[in-house]
């Protein structure tokens, strides 16, 4: 009988919406969504963008964050400052570049004071006819320029002394690479300074347009992608500060196994902190738990920070939240940004 009654408990725990083991977490009502705004005695988390697709830099040189949402671009200060930001649609941002090309300017964001600036001069030979052939013009102007830039767009920025040159391509020409990854152009270094991403150590995974959500099932597949990478970022140790999951449990049932009513995912509530300094910032958001998944849960978060040696730069991390489904009650997907007050 006892051990009947024990499978019965033991069933009504993992397969059904109702939660007997209790969540281990004091003072629930304490716990924020992030969307409603989250802060400790010393730090706050502030948003940033409510967009999940997107990467974060830092410059190692000048000491400052970028954000490139695909649709705006955002400068942040060490302190966690939004210094500047430009919401230019025809504008892209290269690959670990700080500059952004527009169609008709040109934003530097390693300036203090950032300003736009316009084009020297832009070729097209698909709309004009070139007086010389396409490799030479772009070799004239490679062997002047200070910066040269490849970007997304099959377009070449090149600084020379007159100004920003933007080189469409020839029908002859490729530019190698993706948006995700950086462009090149045959033996023709680019010539500027990367910046560097951050990283989420808990998930092994960059700030880049291909960091995954750290959930269990991205976490499978990982390990060989960054052993096999030529990211320069793995010389770095990173900071290891991670978002601790403290409780969570679950409050309905959101799919079934197909042809069944058996229960394959339940909606569920996490509850998390995250050390900062000699205290904790705590919140809880929305996550998914699975039938005869132990005390487990998959949260969609990353908390990404810089390699050690720029812990005394700044305090400041970034929180992506990333939950894959419109069943979001909190409405917080986005980027948040953690900060001293």
Not at 30 to 55: A, M, P, Q
Not at 162 to 187: I, K, M, P, Q
Request: hydrophobic residues 30%.
């Amino acid at each position: 009988m006892i051990f009947i009654i024990i499978g019965l408990l033991f069933f009504v725990q993992q397969c059904t919406s109702i939660n007997l083991l209790p969540s281990f977490v004091s003072n629930e009502n304490n716990y924020k969504y992030l969307s409603t705004g989250v802060s400790s005695e010393n730090y706050v988390i502030d948003s940033i963008t409510d967009k999940t697709y997107l990467y974060i830099t830092y410059d190692t040189i000048n000491n400052y964050f970028i954000v490139d949402d695909g649709y705006q671009q955002i400068k942040i200060s060490t302190n966690g400052s939004i210094l500047f930001k430009t919401s230019d649609k025809t504008a892209e941002m290269p690959f670990k570049t700080h500059y952004v090309f527009g169609d008709s300017t040109v934003y530097d964001f390693s300036q203090n004071k950032i300003e736009p600036e316009s084009y020297f001069k832009r070729i097209n030979a698909d709309t004009e006819k070139l007086e010389k052939k396409w490799i030479t013009i772009f070799e004239e102007f490679y062997n002047q320029a200070s910066t040269v830039v490849y970007g997304n767009n099959d377009i070449i920025y090149l600084k020379i002394n007159e100004g920003w040159v933007a080189l469409h391509t020839s029908e002859n020409y490729y530019l190698e690479g993706d948006n995700s990854s950086e462009r090149t152009f045959e033996n023709y270094p680019a010539k500027y300074n990367q910046l560097i991403f951050l990283k989420d150590t808990k998930s092994n995974t960059y700030s880049d347009w291909m960091s995954h959500s750290g959930s269990s099932i991205d976490r499978k597949y990982n390990d060989y992608d960054f052993e096999h990478s030529n990211y320069p970022e793995n010389e770095f140790n990173y900071q290891n500060n991670k978002i601790k999951k403290i409780g969570s449990k679950k409050t309905e049932s959101s799919s079934t196994f197909a042809y069944t009513p058996i229960i394959a995912q339940f909606l569920a509530v996490g509850y998390y902190k995250l050390q900062k300094g000699d205290e904790y910032v705590r919140f809880k958001e929305d996550a998914v738990k699975f039938p005869f998944w132990f005390f487990q849960s998959d949260g969609y978060l990353n908390n990404y920070t810089l390699p050690e040696q720029f812990r005394a730069e700044t305090e400041v991390s970034f929180i992506r939240y990333s939950y894959p489904t419109n069943a979001n009650k909190s409405k917080s997907e986005g980027l948040y940004l953690v900060k001293r007050k």
